[in-house]
């Protein structure tokens, strides 16, 4: 079993930026894919970014340019750094672990971009 502790959430004005970490623990054996979701209120979970183990990364249009998915695999950490944020990325963010063919999930956190 995998667990998932997540950081950096908060409250910040348009044009701000935020990192969030998300380090697994547990059996951390042969992580696969990291990634990171969101949700809005009324919307569903939709990607934000992931990164596979060999580095290849995607995102979602609307995040790119300004959102960055990095890993550190030495520590098991997943981080994503986000660039001039904007009202419309406010939700609850999740970090997701694939490992092998289960997904692990965060407690999520919540991400409020004023304007």
């Known amino acids: 079993q995998v667990q998932l502790v997540e950081s950096g959430g908060g409250l910040v004005q348009a044009g701000g930026s935020l990192r969030l970490s998300c380090a697994a623990s547990g059996n951390i054996f042969r992580l696969n894919a990291m990634g990171w979701y969101r949700q809005a209120p009324g919307k569903q979970r939709e990607l934000v970014a992931i990164?596979?183990?060999?580095?290849?990364?995607n995102y979602a249009d609307s995040v790119k340019g300004r959102f960055t998915i990095s890993r550190d695999n030495a520590k098991n950490t997943v981080y994503l750094q986000m660039n001039i944020l904007k009202p419309e990325d406010t939700a609850v963010y999740y970090c997701n672990v694939l490992q092998r063919a289960t997904n692990y999930w965060g407690q999520g956190t919540q991400v409020t971009v004023s304007s």
């Open positions: 990164i596979t183990s060999g580095g290849f990364t």
